[in-house]
């Protein structure tokens, strides 16, 4: 069920093209229907929200906000155990995140200058967070987390309310573990629209964040520079790395852990070890029958799967570099010494007991990464991503003085005489 | 030849919905036409980029690469106060930018864990420049120099020939004195798709900076997400905010030196002295007249500028962050006071001797700066513009052990079995 191919440098490079088809174009039809939709709230506000939301899932609730007491209840309605996992989570995706924060800093010259960099949160955060079956507490802790940790004053959620017109308790526990401060019971491009413009009830953001389906992800495209945006996420990748000592049985889990996740998903396994490669085959099927989204996983590793026998550890790592996946497993001897040489990857996992999963929920690192090769220049979603930054400077007049010559002969050379004039005026009679 | 107002909330909020409108629209034409470049370069590679640059600008150069001796000759040929003047702004923002380089970092537990951040520099970044009038040394200078303390390996810069098929001799010491790798003369949007696809002599770069025209800009857009871009720059604009001890000829001065860049940009002064705005507009009058730039600075200080009379400075304080200027003059008694409540700027000047232009040119903040209110979420282009950063998770078994029913608890509750599994074969027969 899925490709095995020796790699021979061509291959390969076939390979990540065939992945990129993956991203597709931007559709002309979803993106006008979207435009339609953001003039609309933004002119018509909380009536225009509630008019799709009636036009789109067949009635609206008579108030969009969730009361506080019914975010916090939600802990109480939830397994105790669910509950308690959450926060443990809570607390390390914490731990790891605070090490992130940047403090504002200056530096001063003897001359009375000042420099500096002021960083601090934005004001407000809008997450995006689906409904159904995509559901995820767990992203909901990893995008209000570090926002919080950054200082953004507010938080604000939309999700869609569940078919009985509630808002689903998992979600609840999640917003309320991660201190969530509102959360408005909305879904679609028309509850992005309202962040980013602001309605009657819902307060306008200063950034969007969190996953969504194709009318959500293109209302973010469409809004970005309204508001700032996260990535928009494509299908979720995996690029196992696995060597002689590997265990066919973990490896065979791990690729299904991210081809369960739909049929675009793709699970790739690079190794040095033949009798590894064929074994984990074997495991594959073996497993995947007692798997609930079987289906799923099957036609993902068939249509963008592939085991891929290796000549050498370089050349695993080339290719690793080439594909510039999501999620990268090392699941080899001495994972510790390839940390140095894995260049393009959202997340790396070393060794035998780092399982992709350990990532998606609880070790720490946040899980929002980049996809379809574009960790070669983008980075996960942290603290960073919440943070504005602004430089300030301050000169004395004798500072001035001494520099001014420098500067007018700089604008001079650009034909810039106005600036020129704007260091003279302040020294010439 | 500037309005001017009196604060009352309702024309303050009417100029910044005037300032929104210069944005503009995407222009449809624009970007068919530069589609159709990018494809064609793509496709053709260094034969489409000279064919374009034929249709553009008449003639292509015969090799499209500038000899590195090519570069550093220009050193001698420039005029040496430029050059010299050049240097000790590059002194200046080196120091100032390597005050935002960022570790990679990691944290150890006892059971074995280790957790980290991994930042390092893009491989390669391309810099745009204009050509003609636009070519500004300085912008080199801010683009290329955080690039290099970031630890980018190459830095590839592209830029029109001038009229003389010859590369613009102040452009390319500045290229020398910000370590800028590789220059190759060739603009316009077939430059910046060469940069994001590579072609047989231009490199494939990770990220595409610099100011540029609409086609560049397009260009940029269409590009992002193939490469990382920075912001698209939208018209200069400067707010200065003064009280009574402000001297209305340096006013004046800061006003039109960002009103001489286009006539789109925006130059507002937000004073408590009716009297400052007063002497301010005889001051416009006088010293405009002595300026090369004179008919640029009446036109926009005409449409986009406006001096407003504020009754207090919180008012004055209130509309500052509601604007998110690009760049903020505070020329009042004690400016340090407000770095704290000026809250959406991209560069912050304090006090009557730290004009706009310094920061341009000399002072070491970065002159690449949020525009269009942009400010209320971006930052200034630095050291972190040209990093990518990846976690690292490394687990033990024990340490798995202890975790792993709360990662299996959170696994299933999102219905996420596959991830479940993952977890589970480590440890279940």
């Given at each position: 069920m899925i490709p095995m191919i020796k790699a021979d440098g061509k291959s390969e490079l076939e390979l990540i093209a065939a992945l990129k088809q993956r991203s597709g174009e931007v559709d002309q039809k979803v993106t006008a229907a979207v435009s339609d939709i953001l003039e609309k709230v933004k002119a018509g506000g909380d009536e225009a929200v509630r008019d799709y939301t009636i036009r789109f899932d067949g009635k609206a609730p008579d108030t969009l906000e969730v009361p506080k007491e019914q975010i916090e209840e939600s802990l109480t309605q939830c397994d105790a155990q669910f509950v308690d996992a959450l926060k443990k989570a809570a607390v390390n995706i914490q731990d790891f995140h605070a090490r992130q924060k940047q403090q504002s800093w200056l530096t001063t010259k003897e001359d009375g200058t000042i420099l500096g960099q002021r960083i601090r949160g934005l004001k407000r955060v809008g997450i995006y967070v689906p409904g159904?079956?995509?559901?995820?507490p767990s992203s909901v802790l990893m995008n209000a987390i570090p926002a919080k940790i950054a200082g953004v004053e507010e938080i604000v959620m939309v999700t869609p309310p569940g078919k009985d017109g509630k808002p689903n308790p998992t979600i609840m526990a999640a917003a309320a573990v991660a201190g969530v401060d509102r959360v408005f019971l909305v879904g679609g491009a028309q509850a992005v629209a309202a962040l980013a413009y602001g309605t009657q009830s819902i307060p306008k953001v200063d950034k969007i964040v969190g996953p969504g389906n194709i009318y959500v992800a293109t209302a973010k495209r469409l809004l970005y520079g309204v508001v700032d945006i996260d990535m928009i996420a494509g299908p979720s990748e995996i690029l196992i790395v696995a060597d002689g000592t590997a265990n066919p049985a973990y490896v065979a889990a791990d690729l299904m852990s991210q081809a369960e996740?739909?049929?675009l998903a793709s699970a790739i396994l690079l190794t040095t070890s033949n009798r590894l490669a064929q074994e984990t085959l074997l495991e594959l099927a073996k497993q995947c029958k007692k798997l609930s989204r079987k289906d799923i996983i099957e036609r993902s590793l068939q249509d963008y799967g592939t085991i891929i026998v290796c000549r050498s550890m370089d050349e695993a790592v080339e290719f690793a570099n080439l594909l510039a996946p999501e999620h990268l497993e090392m699941c080899v001897e001495n994972p510790m010494e390839y940390v140095g040489r894995m260049d393009n990857a959202g997340s790396v996992f070393l060794g035998h007991?780092?399982?992709?999963p350990l990532g998606d929920y609880f070790?720490?690192?946040?899980?929002v990464l980049p996809t379809s090769g574009t960790a070669r220049f983008f980075s996960p979603l942290s603290v960073d991503s919440f943070v504005k930054k602004s430089s300030f400077i301050y000169y004395t007049r004798e500072a001035l003085e001494r520099d001014y010559p420098d500067i007018v002969c700089l604008a001079e050379a650009e034909g810039l005489t106005a600036h020129a004039q704007s260091i003279r005026v302040r020294f010439e009679k």
């Amino acid at each position: 069920m899925i490709p095995m191919i020796k790699a021979d440098g061509k291959s390969e490079l076939e390979l990540i093209a065939a992945l990129k088809q993956r991203s597709g174009e931007v559709d002309q039809k979803v993106t006008a229907a979207v435009s339609d939709i953001l003039e609309k709230v933004k002119a018509g506000g909380d009536e225009a929200v509630r008019d799709y939301t009636i036009r789109f899932d067949g009635k609206a609730p008579d108030t969009l906000e969730v009361p506080k007491e019914q975010i916090e209840e939600s802990l109480t309605q939830c397994d105790a155990q669910f509950v308690d996992a959450l926060k443990k989570a809570a607390v390390n995706i914490q731990d790891f995140h605070a090490r992130q924060k940047q403090q504002s800093w200056l530096t001063t010259k003897e001359d009375g200058t000042i420099l500096g960099q002021r960083i601090r949160g934005l004001k407000r955060v809008g997450i995006y967070v689906p409904g159904g079956t995509a559901a995820y507490p767990s992203s909901v802790l990893m995008n209000a987390i570090p926002a919080k940790i950054a200082g953004v004053e507010e938080i604000v959620m939309v999700t869609p309310p569940g078919k009985d017109g509630k808002p689903n308790p998992t979600i609840m526990a999640a917003a309320a573990v991660a201190g969530v401060d509102r959360v408005f019971l909305v879904g679609g491009a028309q509850a992005v629209a309202a962040l980013a413009y602001g309605t009657q009830s819902i307060p306008k953001v200063d950034k969007i964040v969190g996953p969504g389906n194709i009318y959500v992800a293109t209302a973010k495209r469409l809004l970005y520079g309204v508001v700032d945006i996260d990535m928009i996420a494509g299908p979720s990748e995996i690029l196992i790395v696995a060597d002689g000592t590997a265990n066919p049985a973990y490896v065979a889990a791990d690729l299904m852990s991210q081809a369960e996740h739909d049929t675009l998903a793709s699970a790739i396994l690079l190794t040095t070890s033949n009798r590894l490669a064929q074994e984990t085959l074997l495991e594959l099927a073996k497993q995947c029958k007692k798997l609930s989204r079987k289906d799923i996983i099957e036609r993902s590793l068939q249509d963008y799967g592939t085991i891929i026998v290796c000549r050498s550890m370089d050349e695993a790592v080339e290719f690793a570099n080439l594909l510039a996946p999501e999620h990268l497993e090392m699941c080899v001897e001495n994972p510790m010494e390839y940390v140095g040489r894995m260049d393009n990857a959202g997340s790396v996992f070393l060794g035998h007991y780092s399982p992709e999963p350990l990532g998606d929920y609880f070790a720490g690192p946040n899980h929002v990464l980049p996809t379809s090769g574009t960790a070669r220049f983008f980075s996960p979603l942290s603290v960073d991503s919440f943070v504005k930054k602004s430089s300030f400077i301050y000169y004395t007049r004798e500072a001035l003085e001494r520099d001014y010559p420098d500067i007018v002969c700089l604008a001079e050379a650009e034909g810039l005489t106005a600036h020129a004039q704007s260091i003279r005026v302040r020294f010439e009679k």
